[in-house]
């Protein structure tokens, strides 16, 4: 396996534009969250590798998500199993302290391990670009360059890198070289 220097990065869709709708496979959809979903939530981000157990996402969800319960019903959306299990989130968050607020975030992006490589990542995150693009006029994310594949689908949907994040250069140039996407190489001069 590749070992990548796990360097942060940020990326902006600046205006952000809708994309033309994914089909997911057969027997998998989307809805929005529903409150009393919160430990799904938990599960899911912790099985997609963001948290090392669940109590440390859940209290990340209550800080960050649970005074806006109302808004996740419009904004978080699920993906759901053809068991109906839920096994993929993607959130069209927002941040007003961000360059003067405003602009949206594409935020938590992520899906269950078991369900990774079925081709459910770009219609997940196409849905929650369209849904960001019917709230705001821009926005941004914040990824790292250990992934790869999500870089790759942020940039395939619009967003470029944004270089004014500190210390992120070095990110860029990693991802350049390893992804060799037409917005990186004029991003790095490569």
């Known amino acids: 396996m590749l070992a990548i220097k796990p360097v942060r990065v940020?990326?902006?869709?600046?205006p952000i534009s809708p994309v033309e709708e994914l089909r997911f496979p057969a027997g998998y959809h989307l809805r929005y969250f529903r409150p009393g979903e919160e430990g799904d939530w938990a599960e899911i981000e912790t099985a997609a590798g963001?948290?090392?157990s669940v109590d440390e996402a859940l209290a990340r969800f209550n800080s960050e998500f649970a005074p806006h319960l109302e808004q996740m019903q419009s904004r978080c959306l699920f993906l759901v199993g053809p068991d109906g299990r839920l096994i993929g989130t993607a959130t069209a968050w927002w941040n007003d302290e961000f360059r003067g607020g405003g602009w949206g975030r594409l935020h938590w992006v992520g899906i269950h391990r078991d369900f990774q490589g079925l081709g459910l990542a770009r219609?997940?995150?196409?849905?929650?670009v369209n849904r960001l693009a019917q709230l705001h006029e821009r926005a941004y994310l914040t990824s790292k360059t250990t992934s790869l594949k999500a870089i790759k689908l942020y940039l395939d949907?619009?967003?470029?890198?944004?270089l004014s994040l500190e210390g992120s250069g070095e990110g860029w140039q990693i991802l350049a070289?390893?992804?060799?996407?037409p917005k990186l190489q004029a991003t790095t001069g490569k």
Not at 157 to 162: I, Q, T, V
Not at 177 to 181: A, E, N, S, V
């Open 177 to 181: 070289d390893l992804l060799q996407h």
């Open 50 to 52: 963001e948290f090392a």
């Open 123 to 128: 219609p997940l995150v196409v849905a929650a």
């Open 157 to 162: 949907y619009g967003f470029s890198p944004d």
């Open 10 to 14: 940020r990326m902006v869709a600046d």
